[in-house]
């Protein structure tokens, strides 16, 4: 069995077009979609009319979360930007979203974390950047979940860990849309995949073991860059551009 495992879209139509047309060649027997579909300053309601048309099993993530249950004087303005553009079509969608799924007995699908679309798993902060967490402070954030495969996204940051004590693996995807972005929680800090391209994985049941692949697809990012700078949002242009995000100042 094959399975194609999309997080972090966050509204990059032209990103998500790629991965579209790559998953038509690796014909999958199945999708999931690991959430933050729509908020961006790109394209959300594109992104999710594309979206409504499948049938992906989609986790709702941290912003998509925003996006339907905040009020707009409360959101960032990535979240209003889509939060004003979305359908009542697109917003009923985006609302058969779940907070997990469990896929099959061995495969567990989160956001963040198990219990938090708004945690980070795979990435540990203490400092200007995340980095790979220690085995005790990932077992901690499962918060026992015994699921042998567990699927999250929310850091943007491609990632397949073992754990020795479990032998669990955790599955990161990394983001279709959007390769770096800074963020204030639990302080300033960027992530950063270091390159512009459209990100998603496969994981491939050999005779009862799991294989993974990183897909790391070309698009039109300079296209997506320049809506993004139209839209007044000049980092989100150079995460975009480059798979940076700049330097903190």
């Given at each position: 069995?094959?399975?194609?495992?999309?997080?972090?879209?966050?509204?990059?139509?032209?990103?998500?077009?790629?991965?579209?047309?790559d998953l038509k060649l690796e014909a999958p027997d199945?999708?999931?979609?690991?959430?933050?579909?729509?908020?961006?300053?790109l394209w959300p309601e594109e992104t999710a009319a594309?979206?409504?048309?499948?049938?992906?099993?989609?986790?709702?993530?941290?912003?998509?979360?925003?996006?339907?249950?905040?009020?707009?004087?409360?959101?960032?303005?990535?979240?209003?930007?889509?939060?004003?553009?979305?359908?009542?079509?697109?917003?009923?969608?985006?609302?058969?979203?779940?907070?997990?799924?469990?896929?099959?007995?061995?495969?567990?699908?989160?956001?963040?974390?198990?219990?938090?679309?708004?945690?980070?798993?795979?990435?540990?902060?203490?400092?200007?950047?995340?980095?790979?967490?220690?085995?005790?402070?990932?077992?901690?954030?499962?918060?026992?979940?015994?699921?042998?495969?567990?699927?999250?996204?929310?850091?943007?940051?491609?990632?397949?860990?073992?754990?020795?004590?479990?032998?669990?693996?955790?599955?990161?995807?990394?983001?279709?849309?959007?390769?770096?972005?800074?963020?204030?929680?639990?302080?300033?800090?960027?992530?950063?995949?270091?390159?512009?391209?459209?990100?998603?994985?496969?994981?491939?049941?050999?005779?009862?073991?799991?294989?993974?692949?990183?897909?790391?697809?070309?698009?039109?990012?300079?296209?997506?860059?320049?809506?993004?700078?139209?839209?007044?949002?000049?980092?989100?242009?150079?995460?975009?551009?480059?798979?940076?995000?700049?330097?903190?100042?």
């Amino acid at each position: 069995m094959k399975i194609a495992v999309v997080s972090d879209i966050h509204g990059n139509v032209l990103a998500l077009e790629a991965v579209l047309a790559d998953l038509k060649l690796e014909a999958p027997d199945l999708i999931v979609n690991l959430g933050d579909c729509i908020s961006g300053p790109l394209w959300p309601e594109e992104t999710a009319a594309i979206l409504r048309e499948t049938a992906w099993p989609t986790v709702r993530g941290n912003h998509d979360r925003i996006v339907l249950d905040d009020p707009i004087d409360k959101m960032g303005p990535t979240d209003v930007f889509a939060a004003e553009r979305l359908s009542q079509s697109s917003r009923d969608w985006l609302a058969t979203s779940q907070p997990t799924i469990r896929l099959t007995d061995e495969i567990f699908l989160c956001h963040g974390t198990p219990d938090n679309d708004d945690r980070y798993l795979t990435e540990k902060v203490e400092g200007p950047k995340g980095h790979l967490p220690d085995e005790q402070t990932l077992l901690d954030e499962l918060k026992g979940e015994t699921a042998p495969v567990i699927c999250c996204g929310h850091t943007h940051i491609p990632r397949v860990i073992r754990l020795q004590k479990t032998g669990q693996i955790l599955l990161n995807p990394g983001s279709v849309g959007l390769p770096s972005y800074e963020d204030d929680h639990p302080h300033r800090h960027v992530m950063e995949a270091g390159s512009p391209h459209a990100r998603y994985a496969l994981m491939t049941n050999n005779h009862g073991a799991w294989n993974f692949q990183e897909k790391i697809l070309t698009y039109d990012w300079d296209t997506a860059a320049a809506e993004a700078e139209k839209n007044g949002r000049p980092g989100w242009a150079r995460a975009l551009k480059h798979g940076f995000y700049g330097p903190l100042s």
